[in-house]
């Protein structure tokens, strides 16, 4: 069956030491992970609301009770990534879902801020003539990336987990001379200080005074 729209959600398992490295420095392994499990829920619950197909992209198999957890609960099916790296994973992804989708939009699982609206946003500008749009992230990365057609150099020698993600990215896309958009900026969880942004901010406060609050009681 041919789809027009699907939604892909990338995500880690969420386990102390293995998600949110430069939190848990600040934080300890046990919070940032407690962190991350709430965003992943969270994208989750978001991106089931939407009129679009989803599925939920997990690292480095689909064999998490939490993965088993989110799929019940929000009905989305789960695929386990491949490649060796990031950018490997997102190509096969994007790849698979285009050979059922006219339009593929692919999403992190740490960034509270990026919404529907940012979704449907990007479907209604690859439906308007953009062939890929980028959600940039304020650290110079991005949380979204949408597409209706696919190259491996756009993710080709992307120095990724640096402030030069998305530029590197850009000049990817102009040398394949595709037409690109780009979203209005968003803050994903990378650090103390994001982290205390979201706890500040009343759009997003509630999401994470539970396990602050947890962590309180505890410490």
């Given at each position: 069956m041919r789809h027009e729209k699907t939604v892909l959600c990338f995500c880690k398992y969420p386990d102390p030491g293995v998600v949110k490295s430069r939190l848990a420095k600040e934080l300890g392994r046990e919070f940032a992970a407690a962190v991350y499990k709430v965003m992943l829920e969270h994208t989750v619950q978001t991106i089931s609301l939407g009129n679009h197909e989803l599925a939920l992209h997990c690292f480095p198999d689909t064999q998490h009770t939490f993965f088993e957890y989110c799929s019940n609960k929000y009905h989305v099916p789960l695929y386990e990534q491949k490649g060796?790296?990031?950018?490997?994973?997102?190509?096969?992804?994007?790849?698979?879902?285009?050979?059922?989708?006219?339009?593929?939009v692919l999403v992190g699982s740490d960034c509270p801020e990026l919404g529907l609206d940012h979704i449907n946003e990007a479907f209604h500008l690859l439906n308007t003539g953009s062939e890929i749009v980028l959600g940039p992230t304020r650290d110079g990365g991005y949380a979204l990336i949408g597409v209706t057609r696919?190259?491996?150099?756009?993710?080709?020698?992307?120095?990724?987990?640096?402030?030069?993600?998305?530029?590197?990215?850009?000049?990817?896309?102009?040398?394949?001379?595709?037409?690109?958009?780009?979203?209005?900026?968003?803050?994903?969880?990378?650090t103390f200080e994001d982290y205390q942004y979201y706890l500040n901010h009343d759009d997003h406060q509630q999401l994470f005074e539970i396990v602050h609050r947890n962590f309180q009681a505890t410490g």
């Amino acid at each position: 069956m041919r789809h027009e729209k699907t939604v892909l959600c990338f995500c880690k398992y969420p386990d102390p030491g293995v998600v949110k490295s430069r939190l848990a420095k600040e934080l300890g392994r046990e919070f940032a992970a407690a962190v991350y499990k709430v965003m992943l829920e969270h994208t989750v619950q978001t991106i089931s609301l939407g009129n679009h197909e989803l599925a939920l992209h997990c690292f480095p198999d689909t064999q998490h009770t939490f993965f088993e957890y989110c799929s019940n609960k929000y009905h989305v099916p789960l695929y386990e990534q491949k490649g060796d790296d990031l950018g490997e994973r997102m190509l096969h992804a994007i790849r698979s879902h285009l050979k059922h989708s006219h339009a593929v939009v692919l999403v992190g699982s740490d960034c509270p801020e990026l919404g529907l609206d940012h979704i449907n946003e990007a479907f209604h500008l690859l439906n308007t003539g953009s062939e890929i749009v980028l959600g940039p992230t304020r650290d110079g990365g991005y949380a979204l990336i949408g597409v209706t057609r696919i190259d491996s150099l756009v993710f080709e020698g992307i120095p990724w987990s640096t402030g030069r993600v998305l530029s590197s990215t850009l000049n990817n896309i102009k040398a394949l001379r595709w037409k690109s958009s780009c979203l209005p900026e968003v803050r994903d969880v990378d650090t103390f200080e994001d982290y205390q942004y979201y706890l500040n901010h009343d759009d997003h406060q509630q999401l994470f005074e539970i396990v602050h609050r947890n962590f309180q009681a505890t410490g």
